[in-house]
DNA sequence: CCATTCTTGTCCACATGAAAACAATCCACA
DNA sequence: TGTGGATTGTTTTCATGTGGACAAGAATGG
């Protein structure tokens, strides 16, 4: 496991630095991105983080996940919904979303039918279980849109969501 | 492993679906979004997946991720930049980082040294050959920067990346 | 100077998500 | 009718990423 010198010097490479005056070597320390400045898929990933790390933040101890989240929101909303539909809506491999499904439905979340008319295929609903859950977690997850972007104006929001939309939205849902 | 009720039925849902008349039953049904529509962090989970296919597309033969060619770029803007301020600027876990490194250092792209003044932390900088790898890459990614956002124009692209940088930037750099 | 506490990177156990092979079912068409 | 191919969900296997304990070194504070 060693294609590594670790050698023991430490000249030369502060004429490279941006800017040696800063002093503090911290993580305060000004990092040259480069290329990755403007790239879209760098901030998109930094952004996405932070929204992460904001949702964990307020739903901390619910044991929920953003995607989990999504999910059941969306069965509620399209009662009957196919499962492939669900996962080709939300960019979710399959497999994927069968083993979500699954828990969900061990935890009495979710209920899944076969229709008569396509037996490979599946129709899923929320229980009474899960309707209650999307239904109370619901102001806390509005409440968290609310306050997720206060960097932003609400002007700014409004644009940055118009632009997320039209740009993963353009190009077809998602082969 | 079943909570589950496997009904066999298939009637009234019909009604609850958005438009009924669309007939064709296939993935281009119309699907209710509700809350989801207008949350950030759903749009940039999806501008994400999607920003992360066209990037798989663009580099498939090349056996490079984003995340790996983000880290190469770091270095080689920042010669001499410690793991730990790599991982948070990247907001990857150190332990995340660690196997990263190392897996570059075994590929002889990435060199290690332990400065004398602080002989905990690890400075990474590009060997030659991580030097040329990036050289004869950045090309490719800076075509495929340009081309990522076709969807909308020049000026929509730039306001995307100021206001990304904005939301993430502004609430100090992930802790 | 020593003891305590904090940092930095590493290791190991585990969770999360993807790729691919698979079984069941449906569809097209002869 | 029935046969080959496509679709739908599941399973298995594997890569990727996280969390927490750890060891070595550095800082702090008497």
């Known amino acids: 496991m060693d294609g590594f010198d670790d050698a023991e010097t430490k000249e030369s490479d502060v004429l490279t630095r941006p800017d040696p005056s ?19 898929g760098f901030h998109l990933r930094l952004s996405q983080m932070r929204a992460f790390t904001d949702f964990f933040e307020t739903f901390a101890g619910d044991g929920l996940q953003p995607g989990s989240l999504s999910v059941l929101i969306l069965i509620g909303e399209n009662p009957g919904i196919r499962q492939g539909v669900l996962a080709q809506t939300l960019m979710i491999k399959r497999s994927h979303m069968a083993k979500i499904v699954q828990g969900f439905g061990e935890k009495g979340l979710v209920a899944r039918r076969v229709p008569a008319d396509d037996r490979r295929s599946v129709e899923l609903r929320l229980t009474d279980k899960g309707e209650s859950l999307v239904a109370s977690t619901m102001p806390k997850f509005l409440a968290h849109e609310a306050a997720s972007a206060d960097s932003l104006t609400a002007e700014e929001r409004q644009t940055l969501l118009a632009l997320l939309t039209k740009f993963h939205g353009a190009k077809g849902p998602a082969r």
């Open 22 to 40: 800063l002093g503090t070597v911290g993580a305060d320390q000004a990092i040259r991105l480069g290329p990755l400045e403007r790239s879209l």
